[in-house]
Nanobody
């Protein structure tokens, strides 16, 4: 199982940017599709972005498309989420996750397709 630790969250004004990082332990990190999800208070966890194991394919929720960019550095065992033009509605706890299937070029968007989760990092966007 892959262990994941997120960082980079914080408080930012609307229109600002943040870069989240997710550091993974284990040499098998590079074989898994990775995803970012978020959960606002009182709401269900929702998909944000995903990237295939090679990094060739990405997928975004409509709400963040054009503003967020997911990327990965397999040599550094890290996946990133660059968030630009942040809005108050982006306020949530952000979680990274590793898919259960190896060697897939599919960027998964359902929580059930992920088997390892980080502890989350909080993002607050003020208006």
């Amino acid at each position: 199982q892959v262990q994941l630790v997120e960082s980079g969250g914080g408080l930012v004004q609307a229109g600002g940017s943040l870069r989240l990082s997710c550091a993974a332990s284990g040499r098998t990190f590079r074989y898994y599709s990775m995803g970012w999800f978020r959960q606002a208070p009182g709401k269900e966890r929702e998909f944000v972005a995903a990237i295939s194991w090679s990094g060739s394919n990405t997928y975004y929720a409509d709400s963040v498309k054009g503003r967020f960019t997911i990327s990965r550095d397999n040599a550094e065992n890290t996946v990133y989420l660059q968030m630009n033009s942040l809005r108050p509605e982006d306020t949530a706890d952000y979680y990274c996750a590793a898919a259960t299937t190896r060697y897939s070029e599919t960027p998964y968007k359902r929580t059930t397709e992920y088997g390892s989760w980080g502890q989350g990092t909080q993002v607050t966007v003020s208006s």
